[in-house]
């Protein structure tokens, strides 16, 4: 195949080299940013510093925390400076792929955590918090919403519910229904749940949000170093932050989608179910988001077979 056809698979199934282009000029675009933001904050800071030197207790409380902090930090980003190189994160697998000019279709995915699926439930702490400072609002009407959206948030995450059991589940509280209103109790029946008063402060609301959030977060972080990466000819299980890897062929493992999940499914999520040849290895249950994508990318990666270029030898000239 001529190389300029080559190149231009590569940009119809990898992305493409324009966008490529354009995250590698972003990055240093923000990374030039933020260094200039950095070194002008700690010009101020010591011209402030100096000064306010006759002003400052150097070795109080404060100052001391203030070391601390600023020891933390610089440590971290010396730390980074030195082991950049080494880590082997899903972003730069994913550049190493895209650059590969034998494979045009790829798919990199991580485990999220089953506490994402309380997405919901996180945004809405935080608006019961903001909410819960306004006057005039219920306490017990923000406390019922909540719990109403966690309560719904629970069965997604605890039960797996597919369309059959959904169907059941609605067309079984549809009799039930209507045997309270053959014997006349359906407003009592609901009258119930007015005693079900649920009150919490902004403080209590804002920490679910924060806590949920950070679980998110720490998922998402740990994806970075924990990962799969499919291509046509093999799948590399990727065990922490350096170069701790496995490779397998192939031929020696299967793939399938899992959205039986019916309320999952409508939240975007879907499960990966990787199996081995082997019998005695456990398979790999990955829950990730976009799963639509993530099935055709998986069907187009699984369906093809990549072969190594081969360039073109021009003839030596005499």
């Known amino acids: 195949m001529p190389e300029q056809d080559i190149q231009e698979d590569k940009s119809a199934g990898g992305g493409g080299g324009e966008k490529a282009f354009l995250i590698k000029h972003w990055k240093k675009i923000t990374l030039i940013s933020a260094s200039l933001i950095v070194g002008v904050a700690l010009i101020w800071v010591i011209v402030y510093l100096i000064r306010k030197r006759a002003e400052i207790a150097w070795f109080s409380g404060p100052m001391i925390a203030l070391y601390i902090a600023v020891g933390i ?13 080494t880590l082997r994160t899903r972003l730069r697998m994913e550049k190493v792929v895209r650059d590969d000019p034998d494979i045009n279709d790829w798919l990199v995915i991580y485990n999220w955590t089953p506490k994402v699926l309380y997405v919901p439930t996180i945004a809405i702490s935080f608006i019961a918090a903001i909410l819960s400072c306004i006057r005039g609002i219920p306490p017990a009407a923000i406390g019922g919403i909540w719990f109403v959206v966690f309560f719904l948030n629970f069965i997604i995450e ?44 902004a403080t209590v609301y804002l920490l679910v949000g ?20 499919i291509t046509p000819n093999y799948m590399n299980i990727q065990d922490g932050p350096t170069e701790s890897g496995e490779q397998i062929g192939r031929e020696d493992y ?52 990549a072969i190594d270029h081969l360039q073109r030898i021009q003839p030596s000239q005499p």
């Open 73 to 85: 930090i610089i440590a971290v980003v010396a730390a980074w400076l030195i082991l950049r190189k």
């Open 254 to 305: 299967n793939s399938r989608i899992d959205t039986s999940d019916f309320l999952e499914r409508l939240m975007g999520f879907g499960r990966i179910i990787i199996t081995f040849k082997d019998r005695k290895r456990e398979p790999i249950i990955v829950l990730v988001w976009r799963i639509q994508k993530k099935a055709q990318l998986l069907e187009s990666v699984r369906a093809k077979f």
């Open 158 to 201: 605890e039960y797996n519910v597919s369309i059959k059991i959904l169907i059941i589940t609605l067309v079984g509280l549809g009799f039930f229904l209507l045997w309270l209103h053959l014997l006349g109790k359906v407003v009592d029946f609901f009258r119930f749940f007015r005693h079900v008063a649920i009150s919490m402060n």
């Open 210 to 229: 924060v806590v949920g959030s950070a679980t998110v977060f720490i998922s998402w972080l740990k994806g970075l170093f924990y990962y799969i990466t």
